[in-house]
């Protein structure tokens, strides 16, 4: 299983753009990058994952670096809602969640 | 659609009690897991069944805990004596394959607490 690193902690403002950065540089060519999120007592909810090229969604968009070593969530404007510890995955088949980078979105 | 459902949403027991927890998962997802999760860490797998047989219980203490998915739908994990150190939440989850490229969908979780 790939380790990965992400920040323990990241502050936004609200309605504005965050940048989730997550290495994982022992990625597997047949990882996938799959990113959670969950919020306070809640379940983890699935956001958004990609294999090589960048991804978009109605939640958030994925880049990936061309080596796959690396790769960054982004929330093009962040509200309060999007305060949630969010967890970078890659695997092909076991979804393993480390720590995560919990997030908070300031007023 | 309905999501994963669990019962109960909070427990509270004492040391060496029994408890059991249920799941239910989206209809038609054939893989189900239980994960443990302790304050301030991610969720860990406990347990992962596709349809009613084990695909991974590696990380299950099996002196202690069981798990049993009858049918291949609803599912308990069973704690029997419990511990300090399981007071955590427990996650049900569902997806309709076994691979990570099928999202996982959570329930609310069950929190536990041993006194």
């Known amino acids: 299983d790939a380790k990965t690193t992400q920040p323990n902690s990241m502050e936004s403002n609200e309605e504005e753009p965050v940048h989730l950065p997550c290495n994982h540089s022992?990625?597997?060519?047949?990882?996938?990058i799959h990113w959670y999120r969950q919020l306070p007592s809640q379940g983890p909810e699935y956001v958004i994952h990609?294999?090589?090229s960048n991804v978009n969604n109605r939640m958030a968009s994925l880049a990936i670096a061309e080596d796959r070593k690396s790769s960054t969530l982004i929330l093009h404007r962040a509200t309060l809602r999007d305060a949630a510890v969010y967890y970078c995955i890659p695997s092909y088949d076991k979804v393993i969640f480390g720590p995560g980078t919990s997030l908070s979105v300031i007023p | 659609e309905a999501g994963v459902a669990q019962s109960p949403r909070y427990k509270i027991i004492e040391k060496r009690q029994s408890v059991a927890f249920w799941c239910n998962p989206i209809s038609g997802h054939a893989t189900l897991y239980w994960y443990q999760q302790i304050l301030g860490q991610g969720p860990k797998l406990l347990i992962q069944?596709?349809?009613?047989?084990?695909?991974?219980d590696s990380q299950l203490p099996k002196d202690r805990f069981s798990a049993e998915r009858l049918k291949g739908v609803d599912s308990t994990l069973k704690i029997q004596p419990a511990k300090l150190e399981d007071s955590a939440v427990y996650l049900c989850?569902?997806?309709?394959?076994?691979?990570?490229?099928?999202?996982?969908?959570f329930g609310p979780g069950t929190r536990l607490t041993v006194l």
């Open positions: 990609g294999l090589t």
């Open positions: 069944f596709q349809n009613n047989g084990v695909v991974d």
């Open positions: 989850a569902s997806s309709a394959g076994a691979t990570s490229y099928n999202e996982q969908f």
């Open positions: 022992t990625i597997s060519g047949t990882d996938y």
